[in-house]
Antibody, heavy 120, light 106 residues
């Protein structure tokens, strides 16, 4: 069974840092691009970041550029999102998402999400 | 950035009726548009990719149409489990989502 399990969410103070992880199983992780998508409470979906299959190509939404870093460890089948200088507006459920291709295709598998709350 | 505008914001229909949801792009996205369904408290699920292709396991009552800037998602006969929020998303120029359409029971 294809599965994505996020972890690392929690309460963080404004200006602080947090690292999210996404453990993948049930598919050849190294063969697919991956993404992070977030959803603020009661709001719609917002795209955050992408990384291609081998980690050589990355993309960030303007809202997180320079503050968030996406990475992956194909040997551990794990995706990461390093969040720094967090702001109140970063409060959201963060979803780890599998791409249907090596670079950019449809988002075919979603994790259940991990909640990040930025508050003092 | 490509902006996707979904309409209507809320659609009120009864089970058995036909639903038509719209997504308009601020510039051409070709056929690189997908639709997702999100139930309350759950992660989104891929319904349609590349404008008109149903994802694995998606019932035939869901269909997608369109190209360039205008797209529709049609649910031919609503089942109780179809009442949810629907999002369109483009991958032509990086990625953006529409603001969503809430499909509610009338």
């Amino acid at each position: 069974e294809v599965q994505l399990v996020e972890s690392g969410g929690g309460l963080v103070q404004p200006g602080g840092s947090l690292r999210l992880s996404c453990s993948a199983s049930g598919f050849t992780f190294s063969g697919y691009a991956m993404h992070w998508v977030r959803q603020a409470p009661g709001k719609g979906l917002e795209y955050v970041s992408a990384i291609n299959f081998d980690g050589q190509s990355k993309y960030y939404a303007d809202s997180v550029k320079g503050r968030f870093t996406v990475s992956r460890d194909n040997s551990k089948t794990t995706l990461y999102l390093q969040m720094t200088s967090v702001r109140a507006e970063d409060t959201a459920v963060y979803y780890c998402v599998k791409d249907n291709g090596t670079y950019w295709d449809a988002f075919d598998i979603w994790g259940q999400g991990t909640m990040v709350t930025v508050s003092s | 950035e490509i902006v996707l505008t979904q309409s209507p914001a809320t659609l009120s229909l009864s089970p058995g009726e036909r639903a038509t949801l719209s997504c308009r792009a601020s510039q051409s996205v070709g056929i690189y548009l997908a639709w997702y369904q999100q139930q309350p408290g759950q992660a989104p699920r891929l319904l349609i990719f590349d404008a008109s292709n149903r994802a694995t396991g998606i019932p035939a009552r869901f269909s997608g149409n369109g190209s360039e800037t205008d797209f529709t998602l049609t649910i031919s006969s609503l089942e109780p489990e179809d009442f949810a929020v629907y999002y369109c998303q483009q991958r032509s120029n990086w990625f953006t989502f529409g603001q969503g359409t809430r499909l509610e029971i009338k």
